[in-house]
């Protein structure tokens, strides 16, 4: 979108992209506490994309929506980083369900149910659904730190891809970790392999996750905590 004196016109080009802004500020939600509002994850979004349009030039062969959702991102995690939104009592919580959880692993040698869960921390099953609405925000993981370095300009593959002195160790790490990720999703009880795909790879949010299964968000959040509590159990050892 260009002005009549052929330079681009800022002003309209936030108009359109603002739904993509709103967008992944509701898919983040899901990785946040309650306390975080979305209209402030919104409005950090808004300087990304307004970032974005300043830096962003053609001649990269980047397509401007993908530039773009990477610098919305990178301004609502930098915004996250630099807040002190999470409480020590949720950071011991999600510990504490963690252990539980590899306990229970140890000792069934299966995936344990919620209600197991639940029994193994003193917890009624409504109480411990709700401690896991309460942790969600300890488990943001900045998987856009893959993507690029301390250095915005240093990509992944820039530091990876091609690299003479690549340590042979290092990269065989990397794929045991890979694969053991994948082994730990797969041994997720079904409904919340579900859920991990639509929010991972099929980009929905909460609210049309929850469409799908026919229950609240609410339930979600707690399903989606659930699961990665598990897959960090699992991961620890790695």
């Known amino acids: 979108m260009y002005t009549a004196k052929g330079q681009l016109d800022r002003n309209a080009m936030i108009r359109q992209y603002q739904p993509l802004v709103r967008r ?4 983040m939600m899901a990785k946040l506490p309650a306390n975080v509002e979305v209209d402030d994850l919104i409005q950090v979004g808004l ?55 590899r306990r229970l692993e140890h000792k069934l040698g299966r995936t344990p149910l919620e209600s197991e869960i639940a029994a193994d921390l003193g917890l009624s099953l409504v ?15 900045y998987l856009e730190d893959m993507a ?10 820039d530091r990876h891809v091609g690299d003479s002195d690549a340590d042979p160790m290092n990269v065989l790490r990397d794929q045991r970790l890979r694969q053991a990720l994948v082994a730990a999703i797969k041994n997720l009880p079904e ?48």
Do not use: P
């Not at 915004?79 to 369900?97: A, F, T, V, Y």
């Not at 411990?128 to 993981?141: H, I």
């Not at 301390?150 to 990509?155: K, R, V």
């Open 47 to 101: 300087i990304g994309l307004s970032e974005a349009l300043t830096r962003y030039e053609a001649a990269q062969g980047v397509q401007f929506e993908t530039f773009a959702t990477q610098r919305i991102r990178g301004a609502m995690l930098d915004e996250l980083r630099g807040n002190d939104w999470m409480s020590r009592g949720s950071r011991k919580s999600q510990k504490d369900i963690e252990q539980a959880l």
């Open 24 to 27: 992944l500020a509701h898919h």
């Open 148 to 157: 690029r370095g301390n250095d915005e300009e240093d990509s992944f593959l």
């Open 191 to 238: 409904r919340e392999q579900f859920i991990m795909s639509m929010y991972y790879e099929q980009d929905m949010n909460l609210k049309e996750i929850a469409a799908v299964l026919d229950v609240t968000e609410s339930r979600i959040c707690q399903l989606h905590s659930q699961s990665i509590a598990r897959l960090r159990a699992k991961m620890r050892a790695h």
């Open 127 to 141: 109480d411990y659904q709700t401690l896991l609405g309460k942790v969600r925000g300890t488990q943001l993981v």
